[in-house]
């Protein structure tokens, strides 16, 4: 089971932390991210941790701007979002999935556990 929070109503330029805590299975054996989803848009991979390695990747919008980190004591995944734009609004959920991809995050379809969602809004 995979619980997000940290979601809210922020101004452009300002930060959010999402975290996602984990329980049922050991996060650090998945591969693990974010993904968000905007009205009327496909959901996409914001930023993942791969399974082997635990390489980090990022969607270019956000490279720069996000951080995303694993806390193996806690089971917990966290998104450190600064300098937030109106662009990314959005419902942000966190997930786990078997699939290791190098350089980005795996096709939504290819997760197998998903949280549900914290709606993150960025006013201009």
């Known amino acids: 089971q995979l619980q997000a929070s940290g979601g809210g109503l922020v101004q452009a330029g300002g930060s959010l932390r999402l975290s996602c805590a984990v329980s049922g299975f050991t996060l650090n054996t998945y591969t693990i991210g974010w993904f968000r989803q905007a009205p009327g848009k496909e959901r996409e991979g914001v930023s993942c941790?791969?399974?082997?390695?635990?390489?980090?990747s990022y969607l270019d919008s956000v490279k720069g701007r996000f951080t995303i980190s694993r806390d193996d004591a806690k089971n917990t995944m966290y998104l450190q979002m600064t300098s937030l734009k109106p662009e990314d609004t959005a419902v942000y959920y966190c997930?786990?999935?078997?699939?290791?991809?190098?350089?980005?995050?795996?096709?939504?379809?290819?997760?197998?556990?998903w949280g549900a969602g914290t709606q993150v809004t960025v006013s201009s």
């Open positions: 941790i791969n399974s082997r390695g635990g390489t980090k």
């Open positions: 997930a786990a999935g078997w699939r290791r991809v190098v350089g980005r995050c795996p096709r939504p379809g290819d997760m197998n556990y």
